[in-house]
T-cell receptor, first 111, second 116 residues
Framework: GQQLNQSPQSMFIQEGEDVSMNCTSS?????WLWYKQEPGEGPVLLIA?????ELTSNGRLTAQFGITRKDSFLNISASIPSDVGIYFC???????????FGTGTRLKVLA | NAGVTQTPKFQVLKTGQSMTLQCAQD?????MSWYRQDPGMGLRLIHY???????DQGEVPNGYNVSRSTTEDFPLRLLSAAPSQTSVYFC???????????????FGQGTRLTVV
């Protein structure tokens, strides 16, 4: 079946640093989504990508849909303490209903 | 606009008990799904529905039943709870997922279930 590898699994960074994380798929996706989950809450959508090569920003967050359509990247610039949480990627292939989720990147920001 | 609403938020069950986790959305979304989240495992799909009257199994369906009698509601039933079903359960909904855009999934706040 389809697999989605997300890395890194966890990150400890200093406030103000930039963060990069990525997801790779064993198959081609036509949609990539990035979510953030805070403790005790459900995942909240950050960015949606629908086109290979697409680069989309949401404030300090920027995500890219890889050219091969098998990967996606999320960058956070100038991190702040409220960026703490688990970041998930999710992908979907053309003609299917189901999203496949990565296992998450746990981000901790040290003030 | 409430989005996706899940009830209850917390539940403790004894092994063998049954219960229903409720999920409702007010966005007129066709597609609804249930996930469970366990440490280190990410979100795993239990069951999903592409419209009223249509349901299908996901990755980990055993021990769970669903039905979709209306567009708005998608309850998840545990017929005989087991400790292995201790988890956090999330319901999600999205527009017609065969569209090319605007198909992102929106999640409820989750139900934290403990089976003892």
């Amino acid at each position: 079946g389809q697999q989605l590898n997300q890395s890194p699994q966890s990150m400890f960074i200093q406030e103000g640093e930039d963060v990069s994380m990525n997801c790779t798929s064993s198959s081609i996706f036509n949609t990539w989504l990035w979510y953030k989950q805070e403790p005790g809450e459900g995942p909240v959508l950050l960015i949606a990508l629908y086109k290979a090569g697409e680069l989309t920003s949401n404030g300090r967050l920027t995500a890219q849909f890889g050219i091969t359509r098998k990967d996606s990247f999320l960058n956070i610039s100038a991190s702040i303490p409220s960026d703490v949480g688990i970041y998930f990627c999710a992908g979907r292939s053309s003609g299917t209903y189901k999203y496949i989720f990565g296992t998450g990147t746990r981000l901790k920001v040290l003030a | 606009n409430a989005g996706v609403t899940q009830t209850p938020k917390f539940q403790v069950l004894k092994t063998g008990q049954s219960m229903t986790l409720q999920c409702a959305q007010d966005m007129n979304h066709e597609y609804m799904s249930w996930y469970r989240q366990d440490p280190g495992m990410g979100l795993r799909l239990i069951h999903y529905s592409v419209g009223a009257g249509i349901t299908d199994q996901g990755e980990v369906p055993n021990g769970y039943n669903v039905s979709r009698s209306t567009t708005e509601d998608f309850p998840l039933r545990l017929l005989s709870a087991a400790p292995s079903q201790t988890s956090v359960y999330f319901c999600a909904s999205s527009l017609d997922s065969l569209r090319s855009t605007d198909t992102e999934a929106f999640f409820g706040q989750g139900t934290r279930l403990t089976v003892v």
